[in-house]
């Protein structure tokens, strides 16, 4: 508060201020989830192997090309495989695969895929 009264900053509108920040923290912690929109997306992938990009965008609530970028991620690092198949893709998850961070790299990418199965599609 010093700072901001050092620059002539009234009471009212260190009020103003710090009322902006709590509403934006607060927006920031409903907004938070635990999997990452990698994991949201490699889930949607899972429940569906030929599920389109648009589809899993729509569901995960990210852009298109987002998940373009995050399916490229994921076949570039070996979590998915991708076959063609006439005019579309069908994925493969590689459940085998272990977790990147350090905090979870014993687990497999199978147990979180078996802990949330059916998610995807009882939220559609």
Request: proline fraction near 2%; aromatic fraction near 8%; include cysteine.
């Amino acid at each position: 508060m010093g700072v901001l009264w050092a620059k002539g900053v009234s009471a009212s509108q260190y009020t103003t201020y710090m009322s902006c920040i709590a509403s934006r923290m607060i927006k920031r912690m409903e907004s938070w989830t635990f999997l990452t929109n990698h994991g949201h997306v490699m889930l949607c992938i899972w429940e569906d192997p030929e599920i389109r990009l648009k589809d899993v965008a729509a569901k995960v609530g990210i852009t298109e090309r987002a998940t373009q970028r995050i399916v490229a991620d994921l076949l570039e690092a070996g979590y998915l495989t991708a076959e063609r198949i006439g005019r579309r893709n069908c994925y493969q998850v590689n459940k085998s695969m272990h977790f990147r961070h350090p905090v979870e790299e014993q687990h497999e990418i199978g147990e979180l895929l078996r802990l949330f199965r059916g998610a995807v599609r009882k939220r559609a």
